[in-house]
């Protein structure tokens, strides 16, 4: 279902892709649920969105609604896709989603969205939009205005007054209004008083033709270490059809020195398996060549993954092993700097 939505004499335009989640759900005798046309019934009759310095929208409510907890790479392909057929008609673009996934589907679309010279927002809120105390109108409200009149053309998350970049962010809290955070980067934006950029670039958008790269779901392990940790249950992770594991390890990127583990490890890198080395702290990043602990599994082959959030670094993983690259070209584009998902250095 989409409806387009116009404010007086207003030259921007922006599409809101509605894919699902808290925002647009209603209450009911057995909690919130998503009901066709809803949120666009509910933003129709809030004026604050039809006010002369907001830009003109349009709706598309994605059918059936998605829960955030149900996306599957299939879906950020769909939002995508979505964002490709709509790009010549509009200036932004905000992304409406559930915020038990939203830093995945962020980062997902960061590496999709191959060239973009355009805005892209993604959004939604802890409590539905029509609820009192609503967080959403205000998160929406700000998206669509930073989309229109402060153009960062990356994907962003934009939550609680900040604009992360999508590919940085993480749910950092379950039920605060201030769910997300970004541990290693400074937010884009802040919206306070006064909108004030801090490590976002403004560009005016621009109306090239934008290359979405297609994704496929992809066999990735993810191994949490913890205190005795069995080599043979890393063993049964690793088996076929896996192509990549992200290890989250301690500290700077320690693991222990067991025989046996690292022998799994070193048989993964003879089978083509990649081996990502994210740290299970939340700030700081990886360095492998600190401890020996952590040169150990730098002398198997695992590669550093910097600080990637896991969020980026399983994105990453399905972006490039769907691109169908060479061990040695995956190798190389996994420790660099694609999007700006990484410190490198």
């Not at 025989?259 to 890198?269: M, S, V, Y």
Request: charge should be negative.
């Amino acid at each position: 279902m989409t409806q387009t939505m116009q404010s007086a004499n207003h030259r921007k335009r922006i599409y809101i892709a509605y894919t699902g989640g808290t925002i647009g759900m209603k209450a009911s005798d057995s909690g919130y649920i998503p009901v066709k046309k809803h949120l666009t019934e509910s933003i129709a009759k809030m004026p604050e969105f039809f006010r002369s310095e907001m830009p003109e929208f349009t709706i598309n409510e994605y059918h059936p609604l998605i829960d955030s907890s149900d996306m599957t790479p299939s879906d950020w392909q769909r939002i995508a896709d979505d964002i490709q057929n709509n790009y010549a008609d509009y200036d932004g673009f905000v992304v409406l989603h559930g915020t038990d996934t939203m830093a995945y589907t962020s980062s997902a679309l960061s590496f999709m969205l191959e060239d973009l010279t355009k805005p892209v927002i993604v959004t939604g809120s802890q409590i539905p939009l029509t609820e009192l105390r609503s967080d959403g109108q205000e998160n929406l409200l700000n998206a669509l205005f930073i989309a229109a009149n402060y153009p960062i053309n990356e994907v962003g998350l934009f939550f609680s007054n900040k604009l992360y970049r999508g590919n940085r962010s993480i749910k950092a809290y379950a039920d605060g209004f201030d769910a997300f955070d970004s541990p290693n980067m400074p937010p884009l934006l802040e919206a306070g008083i006064n909108i004030k950029v801090i490590a976002g670039t403004v560009h005016e958008s621009q109306s090239q033709t934008l290359t979405v790269s297609n994704i496929t779901e992809q066999p990735v392990g993810v191994v949490h270490l913890y205190p005795g940790i069995s080599a043979k249950l890393v063993e049964n992770v690793l088996q076929q059809p896996v192509k990549a594991l992200i290890l989250l390890s301690y500290g700077v990127g320690n693991a222990p020195q067991n025989p046996a583990l690292l022998a799994q490890f070193e048989q993964a890198r003879k089978n083509g398996i990649l081996i990502v080395n994210c740290s299970q702290c939340i700030k700081g990043r990886v360095n492998m060549g600190g401890y020996a602990t952590g040169n150990a599994l730098s002398k198997c082959g695992v590669m550093s993954g910097a600080d990637m959030t896991l969020e980026a670094a399983l994105t990453k993983l399905h972006y490039l092993l769907s691109k169908g690259l060479s061990l040695e070209e995956l190798r190389k584009r996994m420790t660099s700097s694609l999007r700006g998902e990484l410190t490198e250095g």
